[in-house]
């Protein structure tokens, strides 16, 4: 469980906007600040005509049949919207995900956007990404300085967290179909203690599980 001083930022509750899609669907939801950060989820299912996505009774479900994929994205990411930009310091930060229940180990993508102007004065995009491999259920971390790319981290417009469902087979490329539930995706401080973090390796990337007490929707206080 995290300490009531670290810095937390709720990324997405999964609490509201219930909805249910078939893939291709592309949409966005205006959303409580308290549950969504920024206000609006965005919501994209697509590179298949089957499986499924929903959020209901506090949880994000993906039925990832064949090649589907599922993206949220949040703020202003791939575009230089600054009605939408998040302004997001992220130095000294972490980003945490909740797994509920899985059928299998998958692939979790986190990114990054952020913008400023070239030397021509030209909208200039800044990205990072990682991934963690996630392997059962429970909270898992990917530390922000082991983004790769070259955002601006003082300054992040957009975040976006795809789910591409199971491990890709080494030899044909194919991933097999599965079922993921996410509890909750949030921004931290990191205080990683010996006793309730562990290390998770997979594809040359590094993330880590941790055990928190679900209290933490309700007990942890934001800047």
């Known amino acids: 469980m995290l300490p009531a001083s670290a810095q937390t930022f709720t990324i997405d509750t999964f609490d509201v906007g219930d909805f249910?899609?078939?893939?291709?669907?592309?949409?966005?939801?205006?959303?409580?600040?308290?549950?969504?950060?920024?206000?609006?989820?965005?919501?994209?299912?697509?590179?298949?005509?089957?499986?499924?996505?929903?959020v209901s009774g506090g949880l994000a479900t993906f039925d990832r049949v064949a090649d589907a994929v599922l993206l949220f994205s949040y703020g202003s990411y791939g575009t230089a919207n600054d009605a939408e930009h998040l302004h997001l310091n992220i130095n000294n930060l972490a980003f945490f995900v909740t797994v509920a229940e899985m059928s299998e180990p998958f692939d979790l993508q986190f990114?990054?956007?952020?913008?400023?102007?070239?030397?021509?004065?030209?909208?200039?995009?800044?990205?990072?990404?990682?991934?963690?491999?996630?392997?059962?259920?429970g909270d898992y971390m990917i530390d922000f300085e082991s983004l790769n790319g070259n955002h601006i981290a003082e300054d992040i417009s957009g975040i976006q967290i795809s789910f591409v469902?199971?491990?890709a087979d080494q030899q044909t490329g194919n991933r097999p179909n599965g079922a993921f539930s996410f509890d909750e995706a949030w921004i931290a401080t990191p205080v990683p203690e010996p006793s309730t973090y562990a290390a998770v390796f997979g594809l040359g990337l590094l993330g880590f599980a941790a055990f928190r007490s679900r209290a933490r929707k309700s007990g942890v206080p934001k800047p």
């Open 20 to 54: 249910s899609v078939t893939p291709p669907s592309e949409f966005s939801q205006s959303l409580d600040e308290n549950h969504v950060i920024g206000g609006v989820r965005n919501v994209r299912l697509y590179n298949d005509d089957q499986g499924s996505a929903s």
């Open 111 to 137: 990114e990054v956007d952020s913008y400023d102007l070239d030397v021509n004065d030209e909208i200039r995009h800044r990205g990072g990404s990682q991934q963690v491999r996630i392997t059962g259920p």
């Open 165 to 167: 469902g199971g491990l």
